[in-house]
């Protein structure tokens, strides 16, 4: 049982380049989420999942995009990478009302 | 949209100390998470409460619904407790979204 699993875990992009982060959980949970985590601020969520084939957006979600396909797997995209997008990432799992099981992380630098 | 504040940001301390945290939020809420994060490292779901107290080892969650406030308390602290400790709330009653503190830096000191 791994988890919620993150890759890759440290990234390096130009401006204007595009990537995808991927995020794998093998809990069966519902909830997916991914967070951004900046100096000083906190966890600001990006884009949420209540299951395969529904996505919301949270509140910083200009510039990425996410798609549902499976239960298990929930990848953030960068369309356009942009130096405001430097950051840690953070993608997370639940079930309803349960608590929260964080990947390991990835760190994001744009230049 | 709920608004979180925790308090202190920063906190140190020596070995053995009775550590407490807290965070307060500006509307009713179902549930509260407090969440762990080493330096360097990855965030780990310490407590999730709706209501009371919770204990896990030598860490305590406390929540007062009524008064929009939760506590964290640690009981004879280490040095291995040295991390950020974050507390999270939905961004609105029933809501799954969650909205986090800026989190508080405890140091533990030998």
């Known amino acids: 049982n791994a988890g919620v699993t993150q890759t890759p875990k440290f990234q390096v992009l130009k401006t204007g380049q595009s990537m995808t982060l991927q995020c794998a959980q093998d809990m069966n949970h519902e909830y997916m989420s991914w967070y951004r985590q900046d100096p000083g601020m906190g966890l600001r969520l990006i884009h949420y999942?209540?299951?395969?084939?529904?996505?919301d957006q949270g509140e910083v979600p200009n510039g990425y995009n996410v798609s549902r396909s499976t239960t298990e797997d929930f990848p953030l995209r960068l369309l356009s990478a942009a130096p405001s997008q430097t950051s840690v990432y953070f993608c997370a799992s639940s079930q309803q009302a349960s608590p929260l099981h964080f990947g390991n992380g990835t760190r994001l630098t744009v230049t | 949209k709920n608004e979180v504040e925790q308090s202190p940001q920063n906190l140190t301390a020596q070995e053995g100390e009775f550590i407490t945290i807290n965070c307060s939020y500006s509307v009713g809420i179902s549930a509260l998470h407090w969440l762990q994060q080493h330096p360097g490292g990855g965030i780990v779901s310490l407590f999730m409460?709706?209501?009371g107290k919770k204990k896990h080892g030598r860490l305590i969650a406390t929540i007062n619904i009524q008064e929009k406030h939760s506590s964290l308390h640690i009981t004879a602290s280490h040095p291995r407790d040295s991390a950020v400790y974050i507390c999270?709330?939905?961004?609105?009653?029933?809501?799954?979204?969650?909205?986090f503190g800026t989190g508080t830096r405890l140091t533990i000191i030998p």
């Open positions: 999942s209540v299951g395969a084939g529904i996505t």
């Open positions: 409460l709706s209501s």
């Open positions: 999270a709330v939905p961004s609105n009653f029933g809501n799954e979204k969650l909205t």
